[in-house]
């Protein structure tokens, strides 16, 4: 609890969020997905890019799909940086993008989708390590009938209800640490896909053994594990992407909800102390009395903090005005935010000289995150 002390007193005497006047430790961040780069001189320019706007942490994306953007023992090199699953493209982005962006006084957290096993209708080629996919068929989540979710334009996703598959989660993420200077794992897609998924063979016998209790509730408890395992394997500071809408007790029409729509449990991963911040994915503008407000969700994504860190997810939607992105990043700070994640850098670069001379012009230190 110390650091939280400090940061109480980083934020005292007169000074406030909101006032970007002043100098503190505040999250900058932004996200970079392993869309936004394919070679070592796009990963050096995207990081100084960055840094000349004011960020000061990079959640730099390394694993989408049961592949890796990093030297691993453990899953394939990823198809995208070479043309072949499981070749080795001569250079390792994580390690580029670690090197580049500590030397700009950056801090760089790898981010790995969770339980995204592939995309898309082909499947895995034959790979060495070869792809989970190929090697462990009965991690596939299934629906409630039993059948497992099918190849399609979009992920399959590996099952949360299966032990086998948190520990794949966890030892990816000790492997990165162990190999790496990162600041910090991120974790997204720390979710089940639907409402119906989580019926595979190995989860509903993990489910018989815990005696068949409330399986909604069960699944919630998945995931929730599936974080605890990571915290229990590496040492660094845990962010997590949690969806926008925890629960919808506003009654706003047609939304979806973490909690009972993806078994994603956002209180009991800090109540629990698994992870030092949460990065509400609150991607709507600043909209008062209005559905999906974006203030509104931050003030009530700041009551699960549970003396931990929450960062606002703010989307830079290419439709959105410098200004609505600028609004949203005010409003965090008003809320008492301990800082903001732009999704992402090809959407969020147009905006980066009107962040520096705006929201950015004062000099902020990363914050202290971690409680272990």
């Known amino acids: 609890?110390?650091?939280?002390?400090?940061?109480?007193?980083?934020?005292?005497?007169?000074?406030?969020?909101?006032?970007?006047?002043v100098a503190q430790h505040e999250m900058r961040g932004i996200w970079v997905t392993r869309w936004t780069y394919r070679s070592e001189d796009d990963v050096r320019r995207m990081m100084a890019e960055v840094a000349d706007a004011g960020f000061n942490t990079v959640f730099f994306q390394v694993r989408g799909q049961h592949d890796a953007f990093y030297a691993s023992t453990l899953e394939p090199w990823a198809a995208e940086l070479s043309g072949k699953l499981g070749l080795d493209p001569g250079w390792d982005p994580l390690a580029v993008a670690v090197e580049s962006g500590h030397a700009l006084g950056l801090q760089?957290?790898?981010?790995?989708?969770a339980f995204t096993l592939w995309r898309g209708r082909v499947a895995p080629e034959?790979?060495?390590?070869?792809?989970?996919?190929?090697?462990?068929?009965?991690?596939?989540?299934?629906?409630?009938?039993?059948?497992?979710?099918?190849?399609?334009?979009?992920?399959?996703?590996?099952?949360p209800g299966n032990g086998s598959v948190r520990a794949r989660l966890a030892s990816v993420a000790r492997e990165i640490v162990d190999r790496y200077s990162v600041d910090g794992i991120h974790l997204d897609y720390i979710r089940y896909p639907s409402p119906d998924s989580g019926h595979d063979l190995a989860s509903l016998a993990e489910w018989e053994a815990a005696g068949r209790p409330d399986f909604s509730q069960w699944r919630r408890q998945a995931v929730t594990r599936a974080v605890?395992?990571?915290?229990?394997?590496v040492s660094v500071p845990i962010t997590?992407?949690?969806w926008g809408v925890y629960t919808n007790h506003w009654g706003w029409p047609e939304v979806s909800e973490g909690y009972s729509?993806?078994?994603?449990?956002?209180?009991?991963?800090?109540?629990?102390?698994?992870?030092?911040?949460?990065?509400?994915?609150?991607?709507?503008?600043?909209?008062?009395?209005?559905?999906?407000?974006?203030?509104?969700?931050?003030?009530?994504?700041?009551?699960?903090?549970?003396?931990?860190h929450v960062y606002a997810g703010v989307r830079a939607d290419p439709s959105w005005s410098v200004e609505e992105v600028e609004e949203a990043i005010l409003a965090a700070r008003r809320?008492?935010?301990?800082?903001?994640?732009?999704?992402?850098?090809?959407?969020g670069r147009r905006l980066?000289?009107?962040?520096?001379?705006?929201?950015?012009?004062?000099?902020?230190?990363?914050p202290l995150m971690t409680w272990r």
């Open 1 to 21: 609890m110390l650091t939280f002390f400090l940061m109480a007193v980083l934020t005292m005497g007169g000074t406030s969020w909101a006032d970007t006047s």
């Open 108 to 113: 760089v957290h790898a981010y790995i989708n």
């Open 126 to 159: 034959v790979s060495q390590p070869a792809h989970a996919w190929t090697k462990s068929p009965d991690w596939l989540v299934a629906n409630r009938e039993g059948t497992p979710m099918a190849l399609n334009d979009q992920y399959v996703f590996a099952s």
């Open 228 to 233: 605890a395992a990571v915290s229990a394997a």
């Open 240 to 242: 997590a992407a949690v």
């Open 261 to 308: 729509d993806y078994f994603q449990d956002a209180h009991k991963f800090t109540a629990e102390g698994h992870v030092d911040a949460l990065i509400p994915m609150t991607y709507w503008t600043v909209r008062p009395g209005e559905r999906l407000d974006f203030e509104v969700l931050v003030k009530d994504h700041m009551t699960r903090a549970n003396g931990r």
């Open 335 to 347: 809320q008492g935010a301990h800082g903001v994640v732009v999704f992402e850098y090809s959407e």
């Open 352 to 366: 980066f000289k009107r962040l520096r001379s705006g929201v950015f012009s004062v000099p902020a230190q990363p």
